[in-house]
């Protein structure tokens, strides 16, 4: 007679906790993270904050380098912004994982 083995019932309480996009507060999905240069990288940034896939990109679409390094460093600051406050409203009545084309705004345009 052979026997089966049950499958570890411990292993599913052993998932890594999630990952809350400091921005908008929603659990960030794994394929959905991305990690943003709070000074951008070309900059000499190196620290970086996990964010929605979303987040990141209204944030470089509304935000010049220059701005985001002597400005926007921090997501406390972002915050601040009303741009960034419209959309965060916005987006957290979306599920997780959701993703929608970001367009670059008419205020950076002009610069």
Request: net charge positive; aromatic share 6%.
């Amino acid at each position: 007679m052979v026997r089966k083995h049950r499958q570890d019932v411990t292993s599913w309480y052993e998932q890594p906790p999630p990952v809350i996009c400091p921005l908008c507060g929603r659990d960030i999905p794994p394929d959905q993270r991305d990690e943003h240069h709070l000074v951008p990288k070309s900059r000499g940034g190196k620290v970086t904050a996990t964010l929605h896939r979303i987040c990141h990109r209204q944030i470089h679409a509304l935000f010049s380098e220059s701005e985001l390094e002597n400005h926007y460093a921090s997501a406390e600051a972002l915050l601040a912004h009303p741009a960034i406050q419209t959309f965060v409203a916005w987006v957290r009545k979306k599920p997780p994982g959701f993703m929608d084309g970001t367009r670059r705004s008419n205020r950076r345009r002009e610069r």
